[in-house]
């Protein structure tokens, strides 16, 4: 049994949205997941995903494509990204997942699960730049608490590893640290991964050994949209 994490699916099944402005690479790329995960993971396997999970609006409307992750080997756990704006609350979602038989995905909302030797948790996050204002300062400061609740959730279990997914980097446009990973180390996290990045912006990727916490990036078009093995 092992765990692995791929963010940033962008499905589009019910929707028409092209992810072509992100490059050739995105070509066929639905399919590019099917075969790389499959390939992968077993059904014994978890995988996180921490993100931008589906384009639908709302969460009726993601069905295929909850649908296409409910028919990939192993489970799956979503932790919110940015434009998931088909997200809503927690009771919601679970009784999305199960009027629709899709019984092999969790939702991580202010929450955690126990897989094996490790417990897992996450938030969004939110990007952190130069010209941030008031209200993107309110929404970092809601999002750093949403994580400690999280793993207060998740220190709970009292597993070996703890894993976090977040969506955006959790450092600002400079590369630096920007306060999630100093709570991430108060509760000595192992691995976080998160996604977001996609393109040109793989060039501000951030990965290997921070004060005892290792970053991975796991957007799909950095990993060819194969899930990266986490442990």
Known sequence: MAIFALGDLHLSFGTDKSMDVFG???ENYTEKIYDGWQSIVSEDDLVIIPGDVSWATYLEDAVRDFE?????????VIIKGNHDYWWTTLKKMEEFLVENNFDSIKILNNTAIAFEDAAICGTRGWSIQENNDESDEKII???K???????EEAAKFKKERLIVGIHYPPFNYAGQENGFLEIMRNYDVDTCVYGHL?????????????????LRLVAGDFVDFKPVLIG
């Open 198 to 214: 996609h393109s040109f912006a793989h060039k501000n990727a951030v990965e290997g050994d921070f004060g005892g916490v290792s």
């Open 145 to 151: 608490k949403r994580l400690v609740l999280a793993l």
């Open 141 to 143: 400061d809601r999002e």
């Open 68 to 76: 296409f992750i409910q028919g990939l080997n192993g489970k799956k």
């Open 24 to 26: 050739s690479r995105w």
